[in-house]
């Protein structure tokens, strides 16, 4: 699995998205290399804002998304903050 990929599942895997992650998954085609992102886009908006920052941070890790502000992950736990923190690393590491 290259980077793109393994960046989106420890993303969508981490535990604050964990009520969330069937209605991620319904949108990523593995097999055809795929991942429907205007529909995730569309799907998140009721969301958290957090849980909508966590997925725009997949998005950019997988494709070029839209760019995510260093202020914006202020509003994860520390716990959180770092497990994403450690994801950035390990992509552009």
């Known amino acids: 699995m290259d980077r793109y990929w393994s960046a989106v599942y420890e993303i969508f895997d981490l535990p604050v998205l964990a009520g969330k992650r069937d209605a991620l998954y319904a949108y990523v085609d ?3 290399q795929e991942i429907d992102w205007p ?3 569309d799907i998140i908006r ?3 804002h957090g849980e909508r920052v966590l997925v ?4 950019v890790l997988y494709n070029e998304g839209e760019r995510v ?3 914006e992950i202020s509003v ?3 716990d959180v903050r770092r497990s994403v923190f450690n994801i950035i690393d390990r992509f552009y590491g």
């Open 76 to 78: 994860f736990s520390s």
């Open 39 to 41: 529909t995730i886009t």
């Open 46 to 48: 009721p969301w958290s």
């Open 30 to 32: 593995e097999d055809r």
């Open 69 to 71: 502000g260093i202020d």
């Open 56 to 59: 725009r941070i997949a998005h």
